[in-house]
């Protein structure tokens, strides 16, 4: 009898333990695991979203500076003389409703045009936002051909400045003045993220043609 007892409780526990779960055990559990995943989801997101806006901001910026650093070295490179009617260094104050646009047109060695180059800076206005814009051409009359390309999109603004004497000035005109200023501040104002301020970069070039290093 006492053989018999122990093999009918021996069966009673294997009985509980393969019962498995209730149904409400269930739901639970799989209410626990979705609050988990939305949360790991939502942190996901958000840190994507960080992620990508940092990226984009980091894409201006360098893209921005890629811009001033090709425009230093043009200006470093530019080239004025007065008995040759074809070379020019003119700097004009201009602005669209308060936001300095500066233009600057002169003629310099470049990469992109064998001999020597004229160059333009320009600002126009596009949709509301303002647009940096570069045109190139050879700097003699024998040879038409202009290359243009947008630069910047959506700034606040672009202003060029040239140094006389002790003073920052926003108009130049190389056929009065009857030289290229010593120095030139090139300042810019992009925007990197929705809602935030303008970030200022600026580079300050000096020009080197016919100059003593």
């Known amino acids: 009898m006492k053989s018999k007892g122990t093999s009918l409780d021996t ?15 269930v739901l639970v559990a799989v209410a626990i695991t979705s609050m988990i995943i939305a949360a790991l989801y939502s ?8 992620v990508d806006a940092v990226d984009d901001s980091l894409i201006r910026i360098q893209e921005s500076r890629a811009v001033l650093d090709i425009l230093k070295r043009e200006i470093e490179s ?19 409703y308060g936001k300095q646009a500066s233009q600057l047109l002169f003629t310099s060695f470049s990469p992109l045009l064998p001999g ?29 051909e202009t290359k243009s390309a ?8 672009f202003t060029i400045e040239a140094g006389y004497g002790d003073k920052w000035v926003k108009t130049w005109d190389s056929g009065e003045a009857g030289s290229i200023p010593d120095e030139i501040r090139i300042s810019m104002k992009v925007y990197t993220k929705k809602g935030e301020g303008p970030l200022t970069i600026s580079e300050i070039a000096r020009p080197r043609c016919d100059k003593p290093l």
């Open 11 to 25: 069966r009673h526990s294997t009985l509980n333990t393969a019962r498995g779960f209730t149904l409400l055990e």
């Open 150 to 157: 947008e630069l910047v999109e959506d700034m606040e603004s």
């Open 116 to 144: 020597l180059a004229k160059i333009q800076y320009t600002v126009e206005e596009d949709g509301g936002k303002l647009v940096l814009k570069k045109k190139i051409s050879s700097a003699f009359g024998a040879r038409r």
């Open 43 to 50: 942190t996901f997101s958000l840190s994507r979203r960080a």
């Open 78 to 96: 530019a080239l004025y003389r007065k008995e040759r009617a074809y070379t020019v260094f003119k700097l004009d104050d201009r602005d669209f």
